[in-house]
């Protein structure tokens, strides 16, 4: 068997699906009726949010759900398809479903359904829950519990399971985490019965945003963009050097936006990558971990973000495209340090490219490319202003207009498609393997981009919410399934019979497959709201800030490095979803309220980003690492080993959040216009790269330590300019409190005021903290005081507060009455920090002419 179908062990390509059944869909697959009952209840399921997605129900006025009501049955057929393609146990059957599961089965999913079914009777006597009420709780919390063992394994149930237990422990718990405890009946209302927790937020964004971007990429898989992206990015950039490990990290990344999961990333374009990397001269540790990092890579990759961009929309109080810019820039400049770690291992094994076919002139390709980019950006603006132009002179019609003209360029797309000849996958062990012809790569698949462009489309300039967008683009790439393979054999000439017939099995098979990679999330929501519902039944937020604080010993970066810890364990084992929920909850309130004591104030979206980056990392990390794992698989390395090489190499994404806490301009928070979002863009990009050169001891040529060191210096201060600017022209200026009034009146418009409050929290407890209050317009001190939600009085040399603005910016921040105000500070004349740039810049620049004298010695090979 050639290697290409198997890995380390005899792995076959049947065993690598097995391994992402295991973790994404089930690898339960009965024949016969019941094989077809689990085909049709994925498909229903489907079809279901589908419709809950859609305008169709208030159009024709049937069968209209309110967000509880829909939460209930996405879990029903979660549970009810969970039990039944997961068995209980590896040596359980996997041909046919056993009563005992049937049996869960059904009666997880009524329970799941119980608050659809009695919707009335429960709204109608909130708080009171009966026996029935409670007996239904109390099964379905079991049933949901052994639901995610099978679905996700032991981890996410064993931590739901220990907050349970803490809920009803809480008086036999040690005074630091002690708390008056929960009966059983209170704990049921408030975990089943409300929307406090399982059937809360977490559960309510798989119901409303998850499932459709899940369904979507599923249908864009299977309509074959897949091996489309794999196929043009190897066009693009297998002929550079190392040019198979720097098109796996490209592909590998466009795969991780369709798919979802990390795990099945690595299996999809793995099977192909991995081998052609070893053939051209990668050691297979170095194969695998770039193809686990890449794949896992997808998860932080704008739009989807393994789903966690939709929670962060519920949790934050953003809206979904203000979460997508400020995730952007760190998505983009991890996966350019990563492929620029893959020229520094190509450079240090001498390893050139794939041989191009009909290789052409750098200055002929330089024009060709130019003119592509200026043909698009040209093409974007026509569209753009053309369907203004169209909605401005049509008004109501204009919709039915654009449908049009998006039809005629698919068809117009689908025949420049038959131009060319169909793509079919490389054997990447075959004795030669020669680069498809970029032209012909990409004019092959063009339509895909179709489905991408609505979608963005919808989300970014129509501004519709997230389910609804991806209502609209699945929509449209079901009618791409269903019509594609007919339009693509009738401008060939062949069967459209059969052609039709294979698009509709495709869809269904597309439905099918995107609701089986939902079910794990779907329970994993579920269950993560089991750990939401006991944070707010028993207070144990705080508690944690208080458990961190104390062992962080009030130290701001050992309490960030705690929580990337506990972040990083509790990712192992749980998938993108689940990590996010757990960490985003028992965390992030945590780093705002210790850093807004220590003076620092954070961004709640940084501040989840900071956990979410560490929980996905767990995806490469040993040793619960399954990216890495599946990756050992293929490339035969062993799986620690490349797990640890997957580690290092993340490190580059590892040290993007502890500076973007510090930074929020990587963010593109505070970005004051073009030129400092260029400025930002372009020495964030250098950075990623010096940081890469720095780690990997390899710039021009081989470092020697101290070049190391400074290079990870610079580094850090294109990052980082503000540390050293701060060390020379302090920040603020210190002003007395009792000077307050005076000092605000002379600050102009729209600016902040710092401030360092202290006093007793309604718990009481006594804390001090940081805030941020704006001023508003130009005003006298006392106006701009009241714009921020303060009424102050002056007792002696000291500053109170008298009044709260109710719902004001002061309220919000925390502050509550008769606190003390310690402290202002205003923001001090200071230069750009931007200046820092230059001396970082100098420094680079006598690195580079040092290597390249090293470099051109004689004697000496050249290695770039």
Known sequence: MSEANTGRKGMTDAELQDLVAQTDTGSRSPAGPVGKLLLWTAVAWSLFQLWYASPLPFMFNIFILNDTEARSIHLAFALFLGFMA???????????????????????AFCAAYIFIFYRELAGRPGRPTDLDLITAAIGMLLLLEATRRALGPPLMIVAIVFLVYTFAGPYMPDVIAHKGASLQRTMDQQWISTEGVFGIALGVSTSFVFLFVLFGSLLDKAGAGNYFIKVA???????????????????????????????????????????????????????????????GGQIMPPVMGAAA????????????????????????SYIALLYIVHLEALKLGLKGLDKPNPKPWQQTLITTGITIASFIILCGVVYYGIGWIKGVFGPASGWIVAVLVTGSYIGLI????????????????????????????????????????????????????????????????????????????????????????????????????????????????????????VSLTGIGLIMAEFVEFISAGNLMLMLIFTAIISLILGMGLPTTANYIVVSTLMAPVIVELGAQSGLLVPLIAVHLFVFYFGIMADVTPPV?????????????????????????SMRTAILPFIFIFNTELLLIDIGGPFHFAITVTAAVIAMLVFAAGTQGFFLVRSRIWESVLLVLVAFTLLRPGFWMDMIYPPYDIIQPTQIQEALGDRPADSNVRMIVEGETLDGDFVTKTVRLPLGPVADGEARLEHAGLIVREEGDKLFVDDIVFGGPAEKAGIDFDWEIKLVEMPAEQPDKQWMFIPALLLLAGIVLLQRRRREQPGRPATA
């Open 415 to 534: 025949w420049y498609s038959t131009t060319v000849p169909e793509l079919e996958m490389d054997d990447p062990n075959a004795p030669l393997l020669v680069l498809p012809e970029t032209a012909p790569t990409v004019k092959s698949g063009l339509f895909f981009l179709l489905p991408v462009a609505v979608l963005v489309w919808c989300l970014m300039i129509e501004r519709l919410s997230p389910g609804l967008s991806a209502f609209w683009a699945t929509a449209y790439m079901i009618f791409i399934l269903v019509t594609q393979r007919p339009l693509i054999a009738f401008f060939r000439k062949t069967n459209i019979g059969q052609s039709l017939r294979q698009g509709f099995w495709e869809l269904i098979d597309g439905l099918a497959t995107g609701a089986r990679n939902m079910i794990g999330i779907g329970i994993a929501t579920a269950a993560a709201g089991i750990i939401v519902g006991t």
């Open 310 to 333: 939709f929670l962060m929309v519920e949790y934050v109080g953003i809206s979904y495209v203000e979460v997508i810019k400020h995730a952007f820039l760190p998505a983009i400049i």
């Open 234 to 296: 190897f066009a693009l950039l297998g002929h550079l050097r190392g040019g198979p490990a720097k098109a796996a990290v490209v592909s590998s990344g466009l795969t991780g936006l369709i798919s979802g999961s990390s795990i099945a990333n690595v299996v999809t374009t793995g099977t192909f990558t991995i081998p052609l990397m070893k053939r051209f001269g990668f050691k297979p540790e170095f194969a695998g971990a770039v193809e686990a990092v890449a794949s896992t």
């Open 86 to 108: 997961y068995p209980a146990l590896k040596r359980s059957p996997r041909d046919y479903v056993p009563i005992q599961d049937w049996v869960m089965a059904v009666v997880a």
């Open 625 to 649: 690492g399954l990216a890495s794992f599946a990756a050992a698989a293929i490339s035969g390395a062993d799986p620690i080993k490349t797990g640890l090489v997957a580690f290092y190499y």
